[in-house]
């Protein structure tokens, strides 16, 4: 299978772990995209390979022998399901809703991180402050809901607390530590899962400019 990937995405880095903690590593080839920094608000050209296999010009994007994905959800759900008899996110009953909880305010978490990375990437008067803002406060209060939930939040490593901890990690490494202000239970709890093989070998990193 081939994965399009880059070492900053948290979105990528979901699905990374979620490789990892499934132990299916060694099925992937990772195709490593570059772009410039005018992603944030312009149409980039990209390779016909990848344009191809995404139409959303996105990562992350699957090409498996039956199927290609455009978006984390359905390539997780398509490997917990072909790989994981789906036990990163259970198929029915409340596991799967208290699980579907938390993951959707990780994911709210992510998406507020990256449209905040899209508009730092502008400059001048095209930059809007308020935006940047709302944005961040969105993410700190996400954070601080997600703190509530914490002592809920069981043993196993499974999609909602891999989400949880791919939007602490990218906080930390974009913008610094003052999300753990808004989530003290959750940084204590980040502190230990970050330790984990999974978390350790897809540490963000930025992402390669063309
Ligand atoms: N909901 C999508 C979000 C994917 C996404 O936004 N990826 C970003 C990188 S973190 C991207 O490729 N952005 C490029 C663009 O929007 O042009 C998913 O779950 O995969």
Redesign the pocket.
Known sequence: MRLYV?P?????R??RICIEELGISDRFDYVQTK?PHA??TRT?EMPADFVAATP?????ALVAGDVTL????S?VDYLDGTFGTHRLLATDGPERWQALEINALA?AI??AQ?MR??ELLRTGADRSDDFIAKMRDRGLRCFAALDEKVASFGQAFDLARITTAVSCGYDEWRYGPGWREAAPTLAAWYDTVAQRPSMKSTEPAETPQR
């Open positions: 880059t900053a995405s948290p979105w990528v979901r699905v772009w992603w944030g980039v959303a010009v996105r990562i992350p455009t978006d984390s959800h390539i994911c992510l998406e990256i990375r899209a």
